[in-house]
Nanobody
Framework: QLVESGGGLVRPGGSLRLSCAAS??????????IGWFRQAPGKEREDVSC????????FYANSVKGRFTISRDKANNTVFLEMSRLAPEDTGVYYC???????????????????WGHGTQVTVSS
């Protein structure tokens, strides 16, 4: 029910904007907390950022704080992850996930999310 897009190959220091959209009608992302996670080759999936459904409070992993920005476009039922100053260690498959109970907080743990996308590949390399 979630579809990520916007991944690709980018040089170190570059930027990308990832999108998370609902694939079908009736799935309104603004009703859910949305989290972004990533999985690097050979590593476990880790949290990147999340946004609550109520007031749009945002949270970031220390590794991306100051470089990544999560935001909502309610009119287009989309959540974005703006990534700047990308580094090779940001390489991985990026997933978005939705939590129907994330009203005033959002989880940094995979288990806190009910719906997942299939991911989009981000490769940072020169």
């Amino acid at each position: 029910q979630l579809v990520e897009s916007g991944g690709g190959l980018v040089r170190p220091g570059g930027s990308l904007r990832l999108s998370c959209a609902a694939s079908g009608s009736g799935f309104t992302l603004s009703y859910y907390a949305i989290g972004w996670f990533r999985q690097a080759p050979g590593k476990e999936r880790e949290d990147v950022s999340c946004i609550t459904s109520s007031d749009g409070s945002t949270f970031y992993a220390n590794s991306v704080k100051g470089r990544f920005t999560i935001s909502r476009d309610k009119a287009n039922n989309t959540v974005f992850l703006e990534m700047s100053r990308l580094a090779p260690e940001d390489t991985g498959v990026y997933y978005c996930a939705a939590d129907p109970s994330g009203i005033y907080s959002c989880s940094a743990y995979e288990s806190g999310y009910t719906y997942w996308g299939h991911g989009t590949q981000v490769t940072v390399s020169s």
